[in-house]
């Protein structure tokens, strides 16, 4: 069964290869044929074999071949700069790196989440420029325990990126690492090789992943705060919304500051963009 870890700040779920055996995937969502592309190679064979240790197999394979040592896969749901759930694929991931980055809260300090879900190229990284180049986005405490932890886990260098979903707010980030200290390992090669495993796992993964994580879709709890995020997302003023709702404007000001925190707002730019794309408008 799929494995909750202790909640704190993010709702963390972790699955592995046996949860993605015997779940549908819809006519169509694997095109892909042999020899098209770099990562369609790969992706075809995982769709090919049912045994899992031939699965585990081509796919660790790949990784070490690679140059790398492990490779972690998240679906995170990110609003703003927070993290509020996120589903680990640990299959290849360092043995305990998902409880340790859960229980130390390392999604507030890792800076490869941010750059993953801002960027659509991949990051090459060591430990010591990852943090050299964010001192002020994260205490040096928190730097210093990420650090460790990762040193511990050996990934101490690797390449990230970001991946496409269908659903608002979630990010796919592929990290492949190493325990080789500094990045100067990384080639161009490297990186190509990296994208292309990092892209086959996501085609193979995401389509068979929906049955097995909570509802992350976004839900306002109420209707009038549903028609408080419409008028947002219009651009009308809290004096505009307040006549059209029928409210005093402390009213409409009081909901908004709620909306504001529930989604991790900065201002109301944000919370405005945050309406359209829970509204679909």
Same mark, same amino acid.
């Given at each position: ?63 070490? $071949? ?5 490779? !972690? ?10 993290? #509020?759930?996120? &589903? ?16 130390? &809260?390392? =999604? ?8 993953? !879900? ?13 943090? #050299? ?10 730097? $210093?325990? =990420?650090?460790?932890? &990762? ?6 260098? #690797?390449?990230? =990126? ?26 161009? &090669? ?5 994208? /292309? ?29 549903? @028609?408080?995020?419409?008028?947002? @997302? ?13 409210? @005093? ?11 504001? $925190?529930? =989604?991790? /707002? ?16």
């Amino acid at each position: 069964m799929m494995s909750g870890i202790k909640k704190r700040r993010a709702v963390v779920v972790t699955f592995g290869d046996r949860q993605l055996d015997g779940q549908s995937v819809e006519e169509g969502i694997q095109a892909w044929q042999p020899g098209t592309t770099r990562e369609s190679a790969l992706l075809t064979d995982l769709g090919c074999y049912e045994d899992l240790t031939v699965r585990r197999h081509l796919t660790s394979s790949a990784i070490h $071949k690679a140059g790398f040592d492990w490779l !972690c896969y998240w679906l995170i749901q990110r609003v703003g700069e927070r993290v #509020g759930a996120l &589903a680990w694929f640990d299959t290849y991931s360092p043995p305990g790196w998902a409880e340790r980055f859960n229980r130390d &809260a390392f =999604f507030d300090t890792d800076p490869r989440i941010d750059f993953a !879900c801002r960027f659509d190229w991949p990051l090459a990284w060591d430990l010591q420029t990852l943090f #050299g180049q964010h001192t002020s986005r994260v205490g040096a405490a928190a730097a $210093k325990r =990420f650090v460790a932890g &990762a040193v511990q886990v050996g990934a101490q260098s #690797g390449v990230t =990126f970001g991946l496409q979903t269908e659903r608002p707010f979630e990010h796919a980030i592929v990290t492949l690492s190493s325990a080789q200290p500094d990045r100067r390992w990384i080639t161009d &090669a490297t990186i190509g090789e990296a994208y /292309a495993i990092g892209v086959s796992l996501h085609s193979f993964i995401e389509p068979r992943i929906d049955q097995l994580l909570p509802d992350w879709q976004i839900s306002v709890p109420t209707d009038v705060q549903r @028609s408080m995020l419409r008028c947002v @997302s219009q651009g009308l003023s809290n004096r505009e919304i307040a006549e059209q709702m029928s409210m @005093s404007v402390h009213t409409v000001a009081y909901h908004l500051r709620q909306l504001e $925190k529930r =989604f991790d /707002a900065l201002n109301r730019v944000q919370l405005a963009y945050i309406a359209g794309r829970i509204l679909d408008d």
